[in-house]
């Protein structure tokens, strides 16, 4: 079992940042690869970016590209979504998750890939 509780939401005017964490507990030694996806009002859930479980490999939607950086720090258990020229309609509830498949440098852009979720944290971009 991995624990993964996200943190970092808040209100933000469009243009600015914001550093999402999500901090892991439980099975902390497996290597496990990270995603974060998200989910606005009435929409599905979509992938943004995933991190391997070494840091070395990343991988991240088009339309967050140069915006976006994840990395993740095994020594604090933790992943980190740093957000920049945030938009309004990057406004969603993120989510990260951990894929305890055992994959190696494969990342998975499907919510079907990841076992363990977060509940959550909510990013408001006003405009």
């Known amino acids: 079992q991995v624990q993964l509780v996200e943190s970092g939401g808040g209100l933000v005017q469009a243009g600015g940042s914001l550093r999402l964490s999500c901090a892991a507990s439980g099975r902390t030694g497996s290597r496990y690869a990270v995603g974060w996806f998200r989910q606005a009002p009435g929409e599905e859930r979509e992938f943004v970016a995933a991190?391997?479980?070494?840091?070395?490999?990343?991988f991240y939607a088009d339309s967050m590209k140069g915006r976006f950086t994840i990395s993740k720090d095994n020594g604090k258990n933790t992943v980190y979504l740093q957000m920049n020229s945030l938009k309004p309609e990057d406004t969603a509830v993120y989510y990260c998750a951990a894929d305890v498949s055992g994959r190696g440098d494969v990342l998975g852009t499907h919510d079907r890939e990841y076992e363990y979720w977060g509940q959550g944290t909510q990013v408001t971009v006003s405009s």
């Open positions: 991190v391997s479980w070494n840091g070395r490999s990343t």
